[in-house]
């Protein structure tokens, strides 16, 4: 899989070099949409078509739910901490 | 707002078709899939790239302006780690990978569930999708009881696009430029930090 990071690297660097072609870049921007919304549209087929999937859908959900708030609790203790430190050193 | 709407669309009428219909025989989806996802990791490099506006607030900055990001992903494998404790049945590499989305949903789901499978991406992207509507609700919490950080870092990635508009309401218009600069590190990294947490070990 880390033909995909050899894939984002060569997009940077095309990217900078194209950067001034702000045509190219916009109709890159676009087929960007594009490619996500095919992915997510296979992704959803992908479900669809797998019933044990769709019968267990809100076991999924309530996993991810539980996710995202362990992340985002994590992150905001982390931040809030920051915020303070940062505070307190101005302070001085 | 309106493009999550068209994703939303999309990633629904998938589902719908993928109830009704079977794939025809010998029609390879997990090929063309797999290339729509190298097109797309190369365009989003290219976005990137040409946009170096994010670069350049580095130089002004100095380095402490990465100390936001790196509370966020060190924040937010912390709290998956703990939640590892809970959910025995989900490994821990692969919490991580969800985690690592930071709430940049399309790109992390089609990215996990090409590697790892469906099931996974199924829970990445409700995982993302419900970290970008916390963020969004819980804002005004955020800000009154813990202070100005903790929207920007619950943010993720979205705090440079989806969520900038009601961290700079309610943070102020000062904090919109480390919340761009936060959200756009975070986007650069989620392409990059998946693959290689979910790419050891796995043979594929």
């Not at chain 2, 912390?78 to 940049?104: M, N, P, T």
């Not at chain 2, 992390?108 to 199924?122: A, H, N, P, R």
Request: with cysteine.
């Amino acid at each position: 899989m880390f033909v995909i990071l050899l894939f984002f690297i060569s997009g940077i660097l095309s990217g900078f070099i194209l950067r001034k072609k702000k045509k190219l870049i916009k109709i890159s921007e676009n087929f960007l949409m594009v490619s996500i919304y095919l992915l997510l549209f296979f992704l959803g087929f992908g479900i669809g078509n797998n019933n044990e999937l769709i019968s267990s859908f809100h076991v999924l959900g309530l996993k991810a739910l539980l996710i995202s708030f362990a992340g985002v609790f994590g992150s905001i203790f982390l931040s809030t901490l920051l915020e303070k430190f940062i505070d307190k050193r101005n302070e001085k | 707002m309106k493009n999550s709407f068209i994703i939303l669309t999309f990633f629904i009428a998938g589902i719908i078709c993928g109830l009704l219909l079977n794939p025809p025989e010998n029609f390879p989806v997990e090929t063309i899939s797999l290339w729509i996802l190298y097109i797309l990791i190369l365009l989003v490099g290219v976005t990137v790239g040409a946009d170096l506006e994010a670069f350049k607030l580095i130089k002004s900055m100095k380095f402490k302006i990465f100390l936001l990001p790196a509370a966020t992903i060190i924040g937010t494998f912390s709290g998956v780690l703990a939640l590892s404790f809970f959910l025995r049945d989900i490994s821990v590499k692969e919490l991580i990978a969800v985690g690592s989305g930071f709430g940049y949903y399309s790109i992390s789901s089609v990215i996990i569930s090409q590697i790892t499978g469906d099931k996974l991406g199924v829970i990445a992207l409700l995982a993302n999708v419900f970290r970008e509507i916390i963020t969004l609700l819980l804002t005004p919490l955020f800000v009154k009881f813990l202070g100005k950080f903790a929207p920007i870092s619950s943010g993720g990635a979205t705090s440079m696009d989806t969520t900038l508009p009601v961290i700079s309401k309610f943070c102020g218009k000062e904090y919109s430029v480390i919340s761009v600069f936060h959200g756009t590190i975070l986007t650069i990294l989620v392409p990059v930090i998946i693959p290689i947490i979910l790419g050891a070990g796995v043979h594929k």
